[in-house]
């Protein structure tokens, strides 16, 4: 029996498909018209949505229930009680943000740090610096995630959409961008 401050979510499965569906869609379509018209990608410095070659949409379609899985059980609890809840909402993304991205923030600058100081990074499990590397790009994304998902949940009420919209995206990202192992 929920207690008296869990969050009661407005969730409808359907609706929150459809709104996932939709926002992710727009976006690939207006990509799809940016590589037609520009023959460029979305792209930051190093992080880049690009378009999906046929090969990496049966991967996109391999790796999404379980960041789907992952987005729903992750966003669930973040968003039942929040870390800071407020009526303007900036602490409740920075909170977010935090909760999200802060260890790989950590990490990051514990590597660095270390490296600039001694000259070599630490190796946790595998000498593999590359490692290092790839996580720089995560903390910008699951920055935006803990915002997509906050904004969502704020006008709707529910983890559903924003965790379906992460899902789709984070995975489209991941297939599109980096190296992937299933075909």
Sequence with gaps: MPTADATRFNTHVGRSILIA?????????????TDFFFEVDFRIWFMALKLMSPAQARAFLMYLPLFTLYFVVVLRVLHSRPLARSDGGAVEYLANIAALAGGLLVYVIFQYGWLFTNHHLVSFFMNDPLRTIISIGFVPLLSSVAIVSTFVFRRTNSYLPGALICALVVTWYVVAGQATHAT
Excluded: F, K, P, Q
């Design 21 to 33: 569906i939709l926002t992710v869609g727009i976006g690939y379509l207006a990509l799809v018209a």
